[in-house]
Each structure stands twice: as structure tokens, then as C-alpha cells.
């Protein structure tokens, strides 16, 4: 079986042939962008029902005026940069990571971020998925006629 790898992909050059498609390639290269991540730092995600889900990312370490989380255009982004390292210790060894992260998810339409928590070295990020009014299907009475 042979594994192909696309290294690179000109966007722009496909965009000036599809009028009115801004938007998804916005998306594409969006989504291109974020595949080319690390792992660092580890996260879940989980559902709560069906509108609801969580995201739980492992920031021990980072303190209170370590950590960001914005969302723009539908991409939501949590940084972590460590202050300083002054530390009087000399490490033996140091597996806790603590090195600067810029953590990037593209949000589906609709999904809006609710709140934003830390608790024992855990930032949860509360997830809405909140549909209009006008997308959500609708029940059409049927009338008979006689």
C-alpha cells in the first residue's frame, strides 16, 4: 500500500476560479492550518447531550495570567506562555512539561463557547450547539382533504 503525503497546496490559486466558494476555502486552509499541530498540550473532548460538549485541556503548571482562550470566526484558540523561569532549584530531571503552547480547534456553525474553567490543572472549556430557529426542522401538519 503506498501513503501519499500532500505537503503543500495552493489555495489561493483555486479560489481565483471559484467565484463565491470564499468561504470554504477559508475553511479548507483553516482546516489545513490546524492539521499541522504538535500535541502538546493534551486535550479531550466530550458530550454532555446533544447541544452540549466539553473540552478539557491539561495546562498544569500555567498560571492565572498564563493562559487565553478567544474564539474568532469560528476557531477557537488557547495559548499558554510561561512567565518567567525563575526558579532557584537546579532540575535532576523535569518531565512536567511547561513550554509555550498555541492550541488551535475550528468550531462547527453554531457551536458557541459558553465559559471557560481551570481546576486542578484542567482548563474546561463549556461548548453550545445552538441552532436558529429557522434551521431547526420543522414538524408540517398535513391536512386532509375529503
Do not use: C
Not at 31 to 60: C, F, H, L, Q
Amino acid at each position: 500500500m503506498t501513503n501519499f503525503a500532500l505537503k503543500t497546496i495552493d489555495l489561493p490559486t483555486f479560489a481565483r476560479h471559484a467565484v463565491g466558494f470564499d468561504r470554504l476555502f477559508d475553511d479548507i486552509n483553516r482546516n489545513w492550518a490546524n492539521s499541522r499541530t504538535d500535541n502538546y498540550p493534551p486535550y479531550n473532548i466530550g458530550k454532555v447531550s446533544e447541544t452540549e460538549y466539553v473540552m478539557e485541556v491539561a495546562v498544569a503548571g500555567f498560571g492565572e495570567t498564563e493562559i487565553d482562550v478567544e474564539v474568532k470566526d469560528s476557531v477557537l484558540t488557547i495559548k499558554g506562555e510561561k512567565d518567567s523561569q525563575d526558579t532557584e532549584l537546579e532540575w535532576v530531571h523535569k518531565g512536567i512539561s511547561s513550554r509555550t503552547f498555541n492550541r488551535t480547534f475550528t468550531l462547527a456553525d453554531h457551536v458557541e463557547v459558553k465559559s471557560a474553567t481551570v481546576k486542578n490543572g484542567i482548563l474546561t472549556v463549556a461548548l453550545e450547539v445552538i441552532v436558529p430557529e429557522e434551521q431547526k426542522p420543522k414538524k408540517i401538519q398535513i391536512t386532509y382533504v375529503k
